[in-house]
């Protein structure tokens, strides 16, 4: 994993060095002014053609406010949003263009809408200490076959571009996706802050089948998932860093899932917080946040070497739910239904975590399919709920076919600390449990789970009942060293 760190920052600080000459055109110099009732769409596109035709450089946004519709970045250009400038997306949908991508990798086979998009590009970016505001809250959601970026455009969507950096701006209310990066290489995502409450799927930042990512001190309140990995392609996420973020979310902050077909390869998360919204109302999700880290594998794929590491979870719901399933979501129309997935060397380590939530930290595969060598250690969980006799003999049904979350299984878990089930090869080392309140549920289930470690448990309850690891007829080899 060290080799991989160094390699990936190497990849990140030589591929983005891209920018220092060129011709830099500012927008005012074209004819644009700040107006925030007309859209200038036509004036910053004529500039960024006219900058990449002659090899590259800067559009610049100086201060002000500048009102657009769709536009399109093109090979060399980045476009710099200087502070005091914002950027407006047009309330009226009729200035998005609809745009069907080269790239068939979108599960509706639709052509899309986004205010900046690019695909197939080389050496763009989007920098400067201004502010883009999609003005999302325009869009309605439409009551059946809504998508974002369709009835509802993306704030960003680059498709299958290299050598991209996105530094220091700030984003606000998207229409639904913040930004979707997909199948783009040489990724580099430095310093942003993002807010994203005004519609649905409000997601933060989506990295989306990308090889050789870097996403670095950035901030992220979002009223969908916060930082989020995906692959709803065959291409597969490979090779990405997320480290010294503070993400905020009403659903799950830090993310690998839903859509998992191309699977994720060599991920790193690290040197992270998460907390509650600062926004009160959830249009979806819960106040406090449904997880802070979600490990998910349920359309196909492979899921491997995933390290996930000194994280500070402060009043969440789920502190950890990692899972194997078999939703079978197909990428396009025309594509196979993806088989079953595998999910396999998942490292957890230094995480500290307080929730209230009955949704307790849960780790599962389903039956004859089992996510396998997971470690967890030096992980410290303090659980301010309470927990009944009768919520401790819960039966937690099946859900294989189930969407992913955290409560899949029912917002209530019997056992106050971890539940296990479908598991082979895990290992909990120094995972510290502060059980509190009136809770008798077991610190530990574990329901057919096979060579299983647990060393040096601390499980500090005020009853009895609270402090048990109960293991079913189903498991074996399980070992409990104190």
């Known amino acids: 994993m060290k080799t991989f760190f160094k390699l990936i920052l190497i990849l990140s600080l030589s591929a983005h060095n891209i920018h220092?000459?060129?011709?830099?055109?500012?927008?005012?110099?074209?004819?644009?002014?700040s107006d925030d009732t007309r859209p200038c769409t036509e004036i910053i596109q004529n500039a960024i053609d006219k900058v990449s035709k002659r090899g590259g450089g800067k559009v610049i946004i100086p201060p002000g406010?500048?009102?657009?519709?769709?536009?399109?970045?093109?090979?060399?250009?980045?476009?710099?949003?200087?502070?005091?400038?914002?950027?407006?997306?047009?309330?009226?949908?009729?200035?998005?263009?609809?745009?069907?991508?080269?790239?068939?990798?979108?599960?509706?086979?639709?052509?899309?809408?986004?205010l900046i998009f690019a695909e197939g590009q080389n050496n763009i970016g989007i920098t400067g200490e201004g502010s883009i505001d999609g003005q999302g809250a325009a869009f309605e959601r439409a009551e059946t076959g809504d998508e974002p970026g369709i009835t509802r455009p993306h704030l960003i969507q680059l498709i299958d571009c290299k050598n991209v950096r996105i530094k220091n701006v700030d984003m606000r209310n998207s229409g639904g996706w913040m930004q979707h990066y997909l199948a783009c290489e040489n990724l580099e995502i430095k310093g942003i802050n993002v807010y994203n409450h005004c519609n649905y799927n409000n997601d933060g930042i989506d990295i989306d089948g990308c090889t050789d990512v870097v996403v670095s001190g950035c901030f992220v309140d979002s009223d969908d998932d916060g930082i989020c990995l995906k692959s709803t392609s065959p291409r597969s996420c490979k090779n990405v860093l997320v480290t010294n973020c503070v993400v905020k979310s009403h659903c799950n902050a830090l993310k690998l899932g839903t859509e998992t077909t191309g699977g994720f390869e060599n991920i790193i998360?690290?040197?992270?917080?998460?907390?509650?919204?600062?926004?009160?109302?959830?249009?979806?999700?819960?106040?406090?946040?449904q997880s802070a880290i979600s490990v998910e594998m349920v359309d196909g794929g492979l899921l491997d070497q995933v390290n996930i590491n000194?994280?500070?979870?402060?009043?969440?719901?789920?502190?950890?739910?990692?899972?194997?399933?078999?939703?079978?979501?197909?990428?396009?129309?025309?594509?196979?239904?993806?088989?079953?997935?595998?999910?396999?060397?998942?490292?957890?380590?230094?995480?500290?975590?307080?929730?209230?939530?009955?949704?307790?930290?849960?780790?599962?595969?389903?039956?004859?399919?089992?996510?396998?060598?997971?470690?967890?250690?030096?992980?410290?969980?303090?659980?301010?709920?309470?927990?009944?006799?009768?919520?401790?003999?819960l039966e937690v049904r099946e859900n294989d076919k189930g969407y992913p979350t955290a409560g899949m299984f029912g917002d209530i878990?019997?056992?106050?600390?971890?539940?296990?089930?479908?598991?082979?090869?895990?290992?909990?080392?120094?995972?510290?449990?502060?059980?509190?309140?009136?809770?008798?549920r077991p610190a530990f289930i574990l329901n057919d789970v096979k060579d299983a470690q647990i060393l040096y448990p601390g499980i500090f309850s005020w009853r009895e009942e609270g402090a048990k690891i109960v293991k079913d007829s189903d498991c074996e080899n399980i070992s409990v060293i104190n």
Request: hydrophobic residues 35%; aromatic residues 8%; positive net charge.
């Open 65 to 114: 406010k500048f009102i657009t519709g769709s536009i399109i970045l093109k090979n060399g250009v980045t476009l710099e949003i200087q502070k005091g400038a914002t950027l407006l997306g047009s309330k009226n949908l009729e200035d998005y263009l609809s745009i069907q991508p080269d790239f068939v990798a979108l599960r509706t086979g639709q052509a899309t809408k986004q």
């Open 20 to 33: 220092s000459i060129g011709e830099n055109i500012d927008i005012t110099d074209f004819g644009a002014k």
């Open 413 to 440: 878990l019997p056992a106050s600390g971890f539940f296990v089930r479908h598991v082979k090869n895990i290992t909990f080392n120094n995972v510290q449990l502060f059980i509190k309140g009136d809770n008798v």
């Open 310 to 393: 000194n994280i500070t979870i402060l009043e969440t719901g789920c502190p950890i739910f990692v899972r194997l399933g078999n939703r079978s979501r197909k990428y396009s129309p025309d594509a196979k239904e993806p088989g079953i997935g595998t999910l396999r060397n998942v490292s957890i380590s230094n995480v500290t975590a307080t929730t209230s939530s009955k949704t307790t930290s849960n780790i599962t595969g389903f039956p004859g399919n089992y996510a396998e060598n997971i470690n967890l250690s030096n992980i410290f969980i303090t659980n301010l709920s309470d927990g009944s006799e009768k919520e401790a003999a």
């Open 269 to 289: 998360f690290s040197n992270c917080t998460v907390s509650p919204s600062v926004d009160p109302d959830p249009i979806y999700g819960t106040q406090k946040g």
